[in-house]
C-alpha cells in the first residue's frame, strides 16, 4: 500500500522533476559554452579610435617614413602611389578603421600631415616582438620591435595631453583623453620573429623552441599597455607563412602539403598559434577587468590558397609583382618595385596585369583584393575567440556570460 502511493506520487511529479533538471543542466551547459556560442543581443561597442602594433601585415606608413620608402607600383590599386603600404593598396587594419568610419590609421612615424584624432599605428614593416639580432641597414629587421612600440604608444598618450591642453592647431589632431580607455587596440605581430629564425639557419625544432620566450614577450608588452588603460583587445594570430612565395623560394627542399605550402614552417607557425592562445586565455585571467579577442587569421589565409577559386582568385602561390616567372615568381635579389639588369638591358620588376584576382602581391605581402576577402571573413567573428563581430569586442567574457544568463531567465 506504502509502495503503491510512493510510486504513483512520484510519477505524477516525474515530469515535472525532468524539466527542472533539464533546464538546470542546460543553464550550466550554456553558461560554460558561452565563450564558443555567439551572442547576438550584446550592443555593439562605441570604439573612438583604434592604437595598432604590428609589422608590415598592418604597417601603413611606419617603415616608409623613416627608413625605407615604399615605392612604384606599391600603392596602385587603390591610392595610385606609394602610401606607405607593402602592398597593392588597402590592408585589413585600413578596413577596420573604415567599417568604424574613422580615417585610416596615421603611422606614429609619419610626420608629415598626420592625423591621430582617432588613433595611431605604431606598426612598421619587418617588426619583431623580440629584439631582433639583426637591424635595418645591417639586417633585415626593424629597430621598431614591440618594445619599442609600446614606449612609442606610452610617449603619445602623455605628450598628446599635453598638446590638446596648450590648444592651438595642433590639439584638434590628438585624441581625447576618454580615448585610450575606450579604443580598440590591435595586434598583428610575430610572423617576423619566426622568419628571424627561418632565415639564421636555426632548424625548425629550434625555431619551435623560441616560441614560449616570443610569446612571452608578447604577453608582457600587453600587460604594459592595459596599465596605461588599454582595455579591449583584438589580436591576429599568424598566417600560414609556409604558403608564401618568399618562404617556399627560400627553401625549395621543404616538403609541400596537398596545396603546395612548406609544411613544417606552417606548422611552426601553427605552433605559435597555439602557444599564442594559450596566452590570452591566461591574460583574461591575470587583467580580469579587460576583453581579449583572439582572431585565427591564419585559417581564412589558408583557405585562399586551398580553395582559390571558390573565392575568385588564382595562381595564390605566385607573386603578382616580382621578376624571374617560375613557380613563385620571387627572387630576393629582384623585388617589387627594383631595377635590374638582365643581359645588359635595365627591367623594372613590376606587377601583374590583375592584382585583384591574386593572393599575394611580392612575394611575403598579400594584394588588397586577399585583405579585403579576410577582413570580411574575420569581422563577423566567425573565427575569433570569444566569437563576436569586430564591433562587439568590447565585451568581456563575463559580460557576454551575465548576457546569456539574463536571456535565459527571460
Given at each position: ?49 583604434i592604437f595598432?602594433?604590428g ?20 600603392g596602385?590599386?587603390?591610392?595610385g602611389m606609394p ?11 585600413d578596413?577596420?578603421a ?13 610626420s ?30 626593424s629597430?621598431?620591435?614591440?618594445d619599442?612600440?609600446y ?16 590648444g592651438g ?19 598583428d ?26 610569446v612571452?614577450?608578447?604577453?608582457t ?5 592595459y ?31 596537398e596545396v ?8 611552426v ?9 594559450q ?36 595562381l ?18 629582384a ?27 611580392d612575394g ?10 579576410i577582413?570580411?571573413?574575420i ?7 570569444a ?24
Amino acid at each position: 500500500m506504502h509502495i503503491s502511493f510512493w510510486y504513483f506520487s512520484t510519477m505524477e511529479y516525474f515530469p515535472k522533476l525532468i524539466e527542472s533538471f533539464f533546464c538546470y543542466y542546460m543553464l550550466i551547459f550554456l553558461t560554460i559554452s558561452s565563450t564558443v556560442i555567439p551572442i547576438f543581443s550584446l550592443k555593439d561597442c562605441e570604439f573612438p579610435a583604434i592604437f595598432n602594433f604590428g609589422d608590415s601585415n598592418s604597417d601603413t606608413g611606419g617603415l616608409s617614413a623613416s627608413l625605407i620608402p615604399a615605392t612604384t607600383p606599391y600603392g596602385e590599386t587603390y591610392f595610385g602611389m606609394p602610401a606607405g603600404r607593402f602592398s597593392d593598396g588597402r590592408l585589413i587594419i585600413d578596413f577596420l578603421a573604415k567599417s568604424l568610419g574613422h580615417p585610416y590609421l596615421s603611422a606614429y612615424l609619419d610626420s608629415l600631415g598626420t592625423n591621430f584624432s582617432h588613433g595611431a599605428n605604431f606598426a612598421t614593416a619587418a617588426a619583431t616582438i623580440r629584439l631582433p639580432d639583426l637591424i635595418i641597414p645591417a639586417g633585415g629587421f626593424s629597430p621598431f620591435y614591440l618594445d619599442i612600440q609600446y614606449v612609442q604608444f606610452l610617449q603619445l598618450k602623455t605628450r598628446s595631453q599635453l598638446i590638446r591642453h596648450r590648444g592651438g592647431i595642433f590639439a584638434s589632431l590628438m585624441p581625447k583623453k576618454e580615448y585610450f580607455s575606450k579604443a580598440l587596440y590591435t595586434f598583428d605581430i610575430g610572423q617576423n620573429d619566426l622568419g628571424a629564425g627561418f632565415f639564421s639557419n636555426m632548424t625548425v625544432q629550434e625555431v619551435n623552441a623560441s616560441v614560449p620566450d616570443i610569446v612571452t614577450g608578447f604577453s608582457t608588452n600587453i600587460k604594459k599597455i592595459y596599465g596605461l588603460g588599454a582595455r579591449s583587445f583584438w589580436i591576429h594570430n599568424t598566417g600560414p607563412v609556409g604558403c608564401l612565395p618568399y618562404i617556399a623560394a627560400n627553401f625549395p627542399s621543404a616538403e609541400k602539403d596537398e596545396v603546395g605550402c612548406a609544411k613544417a614552417y606552417n606548422e611552426v607557425a601553427q605552433h605559435f598559434n597555439h602557444q599564442l592562445k594559450q596566452a590570452v586565455v591566461q591574460l583574461r585571467k591575470d587583467l580580469p577587468l579587460a576583453a581579449f579577442t583572439y582572431v585565427d587569421v591564419y585559417s581564412v589565409k589558408y583557405s585562399l590558397f586551398k580553395e582559390p577559386k571558390k573565392y575568385g582568385f588564382e595562381l595564390p602561390l605566385v607573386a603578382c609583382c616580382g621578376y624571374g616567372g617560375g613557380k613563385y615568381n620571387y627572387n630576393s635579389s629582384a623585388e617589387c618595385g627594383a631595377t635590374i639588369t638582365v643581359n645588359g638591358s635595365q627591367v623594372f620588376v613590376g606587377s601583374c596585369k590583375n592584382p585583384s584576382k591574386r593572393v599575394n602581391w611580392d612575394g611575403i605581402h598579400y594584394t588588397e583584393a586577399a585583405a579585403k576577402f579576410i577582413f570580411d571573413k574575420i569581422s563577423t567573428g566567425a573565427y575569433s575567440d570569444a566569437p563576436l563581430p569586430f564591433k562587439q569586442a568590447c565585451h568581456r567574457s563575463f559580460d557576454r556570460t551575465l548576457n546569456l544568463n539574463k536571456n535565459l531567465v527571460k
